[in-house]
Structure formats: structure tokens, C-alpha cells
């Protein structure tokens, strides 16, 4: 196993940008360093709206129909129920 002792005590303010610093910072030092070692070169674009866009995905998933599914959707998301509407239809169009 090639186990490298010294990446055990970098810390967020050695990581060689400013990207690397603030995902070292939010994500953990490893979680940076993994992203060196395994991805070297590769851009990677974090999308405004990705979040968004899961949460819709699960709401479309878990909504069967039932007056109840909504209101749980409602109640654990923090949306209403007319914005739930409004998520389900757009997205029951594509």
C-alpha cells in the first residue's frame, strides 16, 4: 500500500487554490485530497440549481397521488402544497 504519512497533516490553508481551500474548508481536507489524487485536470462546475433540481426529482418520486403524500411532502420540505403542485406538473410535462 502506498501510504503517504505527510497528507495526513495538510491542512485547508496548504491546498494549492482557492477551489481546493473552500472544498477542503466545507468538505474535509481528505475529501480534497481524494480529488487531487484521483481526478488531477479535471474542471468540475457545481450547477446553480442542482439541489433544486434532486429535490424535484424526489418530490416526483415520492408524490403517489394521495392527498396525504402532499401534505408529507409539504410538511418535510418546508414547501406548500401549491408549490408542490406547481413542481409536479412541471415536471410530469417533460
Same mark, same amino acid.
Do not use: F, H
Given at each position: #500500500?502506498?501510504?503517504?504519512?505527510?497528507?495526513? *497533516?495538510?491542512? =485547508?490553508? *496548504? #491546498?494549492?487554490? *482557492? *477551489?481546493? &481551500? +473552500?472544498? =477542503?474548508? %466545507?468538505? !474535509?481536507?481528505?475529501? =480534497?485530497?481524494? %480529488? #487531487? &489524487?484521483?481526478?488531477? !485536470?479535471? #474542471?468540475?462546475?457545481?450547477?446553480?440549481?442542482?439541489?433544486? =433540481?434532486?429535490?424535484?426529482?424526489?418530490?416526483?418520486? &415520492?408524490?403517489? !397521488? +394521495?392527498?396525504?403524500?402532499?401534505?408529507?411532502?409539504?410538511?418535510?420540505? !418546508?414547501? +406548500?402544497?401549491?408549490?408542490?403542485?406547481?413542481?409536479?406538473?412541471?415536471?410530469?410535462? &417533460?
Amino acid at each position: #500500500m502506498d501510504k503517504k504519512p505527510w497528507l495526513d *497533516e495538510i491542512t =485547508a490553508d *496548504e #491546498m494549492p487554490n *482557492e *477551489e481546493l &481551500k +473552500t472544498i =477542503a474548508s %466545507l468538505c !474535509g481536507v481528505k475529501t =480534497a485530497i481524494n %480529488l #487531487m &489524487k484521483n481526478m488531477p !485536470g479535471v #474542471m468540475i462546475c457545481v450547477p446553480n440549481r442542482s439541489l433544486i =433540481a434532486i429535490r424535484n426529482k424526489y418530490i416526483c418520486n &415520492k408524490y403517489d !397521488g +394521495t392527498k396525504k403524500s402532499l401534505l408529507d411532502l409539504s410538511l418535510s420540505l !418546508g414547501i +406548500t402544497q401549491r408549490q408542490l403542485y406547481e413542481i409536479i406538473k412541471r415536471n410530469n410535462s &417533460k
